[in-house]
């Protein structure tokens, strides 16, 4: 973990319909570092990662990237400068093949024509299945569907894609929900991972024993306001805890 | 492995949709020897290209999880457009651009109401069913124009020794078709706009583009399909491809692509309403009464989706299964509070 800033959120705003769902929030993310976010349901983690994962805009306020001011208008110009999202329920398209997945929106072509052009299936599959085995996930075939592996098999394809798109900020949306032990222990491993290939992490989860193993700092978030921003070091499960259950 | 990959590729629909036809084949021609005949596939084959085009466009808009339920009114715009033209005066190729280019305009319609205004393109295009047909009857003026021989019609329809120049035509259609959906870039964005638009938005597809695109490719198809059996039958009928609306989805349905978007194939698709065609020649050449082929399409249609989806559930048990002895010996976690925050 280095002590530069890779993103720092200024003042954030935002409203939805009338409803304030996010105040005044500022954050601090240290280069290579595995964030916690957690908070309960409706705490305004959601409103944070689609303001910086560019799927919304704050109504007011400012995010810096790398020390630069950035304003998103899509998530592919935040994907463009190293900022990937995972979704909870939406990160891949489950009758496509593992390789299909990794690469769309970002297919390797040839005879183009603008932006469209043959995919260059081989070159895909074979990349494909390297960036799975970086992330120490071995799955027989880049051509099997998404839908027939398991919970954590998808979300190391996921973590595989960022991965190998060369990812700064991976922000993991409530990763390990609806995961057995096992495949939980197995996503948390990819993300201790990322951190070792100086990738930044932000989870988000409002299961405190998932994220508290791996993380290197816990930010805690109730009524769209921030409550506690605590390095590992200075806290303890239990306050933790008690910050989560009581606001 | 190679037993595995035997089994994945015989679980795909198309490839039971084309072990089906095999066996409906070889069930009329045990019927009747002279099904096989050059004379009936001549016969047949003289109008299927023209039903697997339009089912070709249908499908691609199906994948990309959209229906487009116009395409049998625009079968039959597109062509009387091109008609009415020539006899205005106006030079027939240009009158050809002109007419193809009223498909494309429906598909366009139909695409900008379904997308803008954010409602089922079931009704969007069910609206222009409508639409679409009754501007034909209107632009007939009360009767069926004669068909004027400026038209090239003999480069789409020319009659070789079994074949059609159309049966051609079908095929350039088929081969970019298939090309541009399975091998091209943007062939994965329709997949994945039809599997899952949200996944595929959030990563970076501009999902709205990719549906419009297949909508003004259906409704261009549709055009370009019905121009053909115009030239063929050599008279601009204001009924023609009524119901060629739901018999296109049929064949796509049939060749294994689904309702929900996000799966099948080209070939599917063209299996599919080659099947329906034999099937209607079979009955009668079999002689049964003619008006049991729409019994036998309907048949056709439910067990072959029954028999897909039975495939596809297999699958997936084998799959579970697997999981399941995988994690034996992990408990499930149970975790109460599953809901996501929206």
């Known amino acids: ?247 | 492995m190679n037993t595995n990959n035997l089994k994945s590729i015989l679980m795909r629909p198309e490839i039971s949709t084309f072990i089906m036809f095999v066996v409906i084949m070889t069930g009329f021609f045990i019927a009747n020897e002279n099904f096989l005949s050059a004379r009936n596939i001549r016969i047949v084959m003289g109008i299927t290209p023209e039903y697997i085009i339009v089912a070709i466009g249908i499908a691609i808009l199906m994948i990309s999880g959209e229906f487009d339920l116009s395409v049998g009114s625009v079968f039959a715009l597109v062509p009387m457009t091109m008609v009415q033209l020539v006899h205005q005066g106006i030079p027939p190729w240009f009158a050809i651009a002109l007419g193809l280019s009223i498909g494309i305009a429906v598909g366009f319609v139909n695409g900008f109401i379904t997308l803008r205004f954010g409602i089922p393109s079931f009704i969007a295009t069910l609206g222009m069913l409508y639409i679409a047909r009754s501007l034909t009857t209107v632009a007939t003026g009360g009767f069926p124009p004669p068909f004027p021989h400026e038209l090239p019609n003999e480069l789409f329809v020319f009659q070789f020794e079994v074949f059609r120049a159309s049966l051609f035509w079908m095929l350039g259609v088929a081969f970019i078709a298939g090309i541009m959906l399975h091998r091209s870039n943007l062939g994965n964005w329709i997949y994945s706009t039809g599997g899952d638009t949200a996944a595929a938005s959030s990563m970076g597809i501009k999902t709205n583009n990719v549906k419009m695109f297949c909508f003004i490719l259906c409704g261009f198809l549709a055009g370009f399909a019905g121009m053909i059996q115009t030239f063929r039958i050599e008279a601009p009928l204001p009924s023609q491809g009524y119901l060629l609306e739901l018999e296109s989805i049929a064949a796509a349905v049939i060749g294994g692509v689904s309702l929900f978007g996000g799966v099948g194939t080209i070939f599917g698709a063209a299996i599919g309403a080659i099947l329906i065609r034999f099937l209607e020649s079979g009955i009668i050449m079999a002689r049964i009464d003619a008006e049991w082929f729409r019994a036998g399409l309907g048949s056709l249609i439910i067990i072959s989706v029954v028999f897909n989806t039975w495939v596809v559930r297999r699958g997936e048990n084998m799959v579970h299964k697997n999981q399941a002895e995988e994690n034996e010996n992990s408990p499930q976690q149970n975790d109460s509070v599953t809901e996501s925050e929206r």
């Open chain 1, 1 to 247: 973990m280095s002590n530069e800033n890779i993103i720092e959120c200024k003042d954030l705003n935002k409203y939805y319909s009338g409803v304030h769902a996010l105040k005044n929030l500022s954050l601090k993310i240290k280069k290579d570092s595995v964030v916690g976010l957690i908070g309960d349901n409706g705490a305004g983690k959601s409103t944070l990662i689609k303001i910086l994962s560019g799927a919304h805009a704050p109504d007011s306020g400012h995010i810096y990237f790398e020390g630069n001011e950035v304003k998103f208008k899509s998530t592919k110009e935040a994907m463009n400068l190293g900022i990937e999202t995972i979704y909870q329920y939406s990160a891949l398209i489950p009758q496509m093949s593992i390789a299909r997945n990794i690469f769309i929106g970002r297919e390797q072509t040839t005879f183009s024509l603008g932006s469209i052009g043959l995919m260059k299936t081989k070159s895909m599959d074979k990349a494909a299945m390297d960036a799975l085995n970086d992330v120490e996930l071995h799955l027989r075939s880049p051509d099997t569907p998404v839908n027939q592996l398991s919970g954590g098999e998808r979300q190391g394809v996921v973590i595989a894609r960022a991965m190998y798109f060369k990812s700064k900020v991976l922000i993991l949306d409530e990763p390990t929900n609806h995961l057995s032990v096992k495949e939980t222990n197995k996503v948390l491993r990819f993300v201790e991972g990322l951190k070792k290939q100086g990738v930044t992490s932000i989870f988000i989860t409002h299961n405190l024993s998932h994220v508290y193993p791996i993380a290197d700092h816990l930010c805690v978030m109730a009524r769209g306001e921030k409550i506690a921003d605590l390095a590992k070091q200075d806290t303890n499960i239990d306050e933790l805890t008690d910050l989560l259950v009581n606001g």
